[in-house]
């Protein structure tokens, strides 16, 4: 039911003022007018000066940060941005979320929502599943995806929770290699600006089309100075600057090895990769005689391709060691959501594991050549030495 848009924004400001708000973005135009600037977004911030409302404004070339201290001079800046002709407000505290929306008549449509709590069963046991992204979050409205699709994109950003360590502050640098429909980029992106990261993000995918859609749709979210997508494949993309972050969801085959010889020789600081099919070794483990006494193993093709799997993540991880990563493989979702379900995390230490001896007689022994070895290889043939940094960094 629309309602006086002066009633609404006085609603909204409360909100904008108030100690529980948790984050609000302000973008889109009214009829026949345009705000200075293109998007704005509030967020609470603890720095140690003390608490601090923090705005952050885009023009859309650029974001502007400023922390202003509650009373007065959040008080003027919240005006400010009230005063704008901003077609869409977003806003989260807490305890509810408003949704304002400013109709060609320049009335209010506002859309109220308390926030869901978690239910806890009888006996205090808490069941109930906690997103990191709630599914109704607005930008699935923008970027879809199935309800399966969320959830794999949640689990992964529960494992990308757990690798970032909880103090981490300053510019955050992330691609996202073989991004596809960018579920996961545009998730992530959400998920870190909420942490209060200042993060540039990049999509890398073969598909041109798959660029202009994501651009798009960049846009339409107001993220297009922060979130930006380049065509190429992951071997060869051009990503300036190097990144601090890289995330790699199910990547087909060898599409994984190559974002991870890209992690190791950006020297990227933290590596998130959840490997897809794993046809490379499995054709190789069937061109040739399996060492004894470990026939059993390969000699139904149902148990040497789900070995092949095995083996191929063990050595994917094993290598990363090698140049100077504390590399581990672990479970990221449920196999009910997704039989393709774990995820080799890896973070940079610059120590070199010393049992690459151990490695070494594992591909000897079953006499295979894993293709993460053989791009890492070449890449020390063009200079690069395990656990420094490449002289080639695209």
Known sequence: MPQPLDAALTEVRALLLDPALTRAVAAG???GRRPTVERAELRPVTLKAGPRLQV??????????????PGPEADAAVDELLAEPFGNWHVETADATLQLRVTKSGEAQVHRAATTRPATKPGGNDRAKEYLLDPGDPIFAEIGGSAAKRRQVDAFLRALAATLPDDLTGPLRVVDLGCGNAYLTFAAYRYLTGRGLDVELVGVDVREDQRRRNTELAQRL????????????????VVEPAPDLVLALHACDTATDEALARAVRWQARWVLAAPCCHHDLAKQLRAQPTPAPYELLTRQGILRERFADVLTDALRAGLLRTHGYRAEVVEFVD????????????????????????????????QVTPRLEVLLADDAGAGDQPGQPSRNRP
């Open 29 to 31: 135009r009214r009829r």
């Open 335 to 366: 196999s009910q959501h997704t039989p393709r379900n774990l995820l080799i995390r890896a973070r940079h230490t610059g120590v070199a594991d010393p049992r690459h001896a151990e490695y070494r007689e594992l591909v000897d022994q079953w």
């Open 56 to 69: 952050t404004t885009s023009d859309g070339v650029r974001p502007y940060t400023r922390n202003v201290a």
């Open 222 to 237: 107001g993220w297009a100075d922060r979130v930006s997508f380049v065509a190429g494949t992951i071997a060869e993309a």
